[in-house]
């Protein structure tokens, strides 16, 4: 055995650091990471995901075009959380299964809500949740023209909801000195305060019912899958 040889207890071979065998970063890990900051900061700021994910700011652009990939990425990850419920054919209660799901699933992360409002869908995961919604809504009698409608409707209740449960419990506070002159909204604002109202409850049932005397009022055949 050589001298080189007897240096490395294998041998003289030599070894060289390559690739990892799992990318260090790949966009599943950005989009998990970046809702888990939303989650837990409030923020999406790219610094400090980067920071999370122990890379270079500038990495990202290796996986994603811009900032709006990059909540459509988190947006899809939080579509992974959505528990989907056996959809029911009878409308009103279909309506109400898919507002509560959505419900739930956004108040999980409120502060990604305002950022998904105003870009457009295009997370193949989200793509699928809404895919799902419309198969749903089609099979309970829907047409065609106001599934969408119904989708967006439904959709913007759950998220308006969602918001709604991290504001102040009261969003009507009327001084009693000034009472008198609102005695409408006084009234009626003690009535809620005492009736225990579900505002939630409320709001898919309005929804429901409504959606259901919309279809209705056009001569429509349950959707069977093409079946």
């Given at each position: 055995m050589s001298p080189a040889q007897q240096a490395h207890p294998d041998g003289g071979r030599s070894h060289r650091l390559g690739r990892p065998s799992t990318p260090r970063l790949n966009v599943e890990k950005i989009g998990h990471e970046a809702l888990a900051l939303l989650e837990e900061e409030g923020v999406l700021s790219l610094p400090r995901l980067a920071e999370r994910l122990g890379v270079r700011q500038s990495a990202f652009y290796k996986h994603v075009a811009s900032r709006a990939d990059i909540v459509e990425l988190a947006r899809g990850a939080l579509a992974e959380r959505m528990v989907f419920p056996r959809p029911s054919?009878?409308?009103p209660v279909l309506v109400t299964q898919l507002f509560d799901s959505l419900l739930d699933t956004y108040r999980g992360v409120p502060a990604i809500l305002p950022l998904i409002l105003v870009q457009p869908v295009t997370n193949p995961g989200v793509l699928a949740v809404y895919e799902r919604i419309a198969e749903?809504?089609?099979?309970?009698?829907?047409p065609d023209s106001l599934v969408l409608p119904a989708v967006e409707a439904i959709d913007s209740a759950a998220i308006g909801a969602a918001l709604d449960t991290q504001a102040m419990e009261n969003a009507w506070s009327v001084p009693q000195e000034q009472a008198a002159g609102f005695p409408h909204l006084v009234r009626v604002q003690t009535a809620l305060a005492s009736g225990g109202v579900d505002r939630f409850g409320f709001l898919a049932r309005?929804?429901?019912e409504g959606l259901k005397v919309t279809a209705g009022a056009q001569d429509t055949v349950p959707y069977d899958g093409g079946r």
């Open positions: 054919r009878d409308l749903a809504l089609l099979a309970a009698g829907v309005t929804l429901a």
